[in-house]
């Protein structure tokens, strides 16, 4: 069995390391990877993390690049891939443009898709954007959906998808955290390791999605920067995303000397970073699923998140974007130990790392019976 494996951003890469490194194990499966470098720099971090090397890579990556940019050079680039390949399965993972295109290049050349992270829904066709049509559009074209959690499973069937082709695995990216947190990681920033995790309340922070770019994220970067000031044992740490847009807004509302903006992490020191810190506040699609591994209690500041997993367990909660939700409800947390213990304590529903095993238990078995 032929199996090939498409991934384009740090993201997928993370959440596809564990299932490339499943399939390398096995006598009866030729593993090929190809990227589509969708995202090039922090793509390129998670391959040596986890020593992957590419057997194609499309390199599509262009300063300035539009969906419809990336969606043209990517089908065009899979599409001479699988040709030449003729993989008997093509994985994909999650929900970016590199996802949707890579299910739609092999539908046209009549390959098998499996669709890792499947099921996930927000309700919304336009949040997040645009990653909630890739994943329903690329749900259309599969063969195999491997949902996360028992809700996922159920989104699926809902909209018509055969039972037998639903398979619950868990989350591939409780795989990828147990091979990269440590308990006595050391940072290459002298800033992490100066902050005292054990006596402050520490706040991890990231914002980066289209939608909340402008009054929403205003708001998100005001509250923080008043509960700073509230309380005096609070700081925060602010990897601050690439965009121009993202750091504009930052520096105008994140001025503190408790509030520390750093440059964006690698994955690993990024995992370990939230093993360290008190509670995340994000808008971040994979973090309300890394957090409450590591026992963190996340603030999502969104209007509606794909993973209510987390917010019916309780180890999440949807805020929303209004400046007095979000500082109500950070408050609440730093002032409640009762209140952040339930948080912090609350059962995680995304699995126990086992889902890569699953998942290519499901093709071997599958294609050899």
Known sequence: MKVMTVFGTRPEGIKMAPIVKELEKRDNVESVVCITAQHREMLDQVLSLFNIKPDHDLNIFSPGQTLTDITNKALKGLEDVIKLEKPDILLVQGDTTTVFAGALAAFYQKVKVGHVEAGLRSGN??????????????????????????????????????????????????????????????????????????????????????????????????????????????????????????????????????????????YEPF????????????????????????GKPVLVVREETERPEGIESGTAKLVGTSYDKIFGEMDKLISDKNEYVKMANATNPYGNGTAAKKIVDILVEDFYR
């Open 271 to 294: 995992s370990n970073l939230i093993g360290k810190v008190s509670l995340v506040v994000t808008d971040s699609g994979g973090l309300q699923e890394e957090a409450p591994t590591l």
């Open 125 to 266: 066709i336009y949040s997040p954007y645009p990653e909630e049509a890739n994943r329903k559009m690329t749900g259309i074209i599969s063969h195999y959906h491997f949902a996360p959690t028992k809700m996922n499973e159920e989104n699926l069937l809902k909209e018509g998808y055969k039972s037998d082709r639903i398979y619950i695995t868990g989350n591939t990216v409780i795989d990828a955290l147990k091979h990269t947190v440590k308990e006595d990681y050391h940072f290459q920033i002298d800033l992490l390791n100066q902050v005292d995790y054990e006596n402050k309340k520490v706040i991890l922070l990231t914002s980066h999605r289209r939608e909340n770019i402008g009054k929403p994220m205003e708001n998100i970067f005001s509250a923080v920067r008043d509960i700073v000031e509230k309380h005096d044992d609070v700081e925060v740490i602010f990897p601050r995303h690439l965009n121009p847009k993202v750091r504009e807004i930052s520096d105008k509302f994140l001025k503190h000397e408790r509030i520390h903006l750093i440059e964006p992490l690698d």
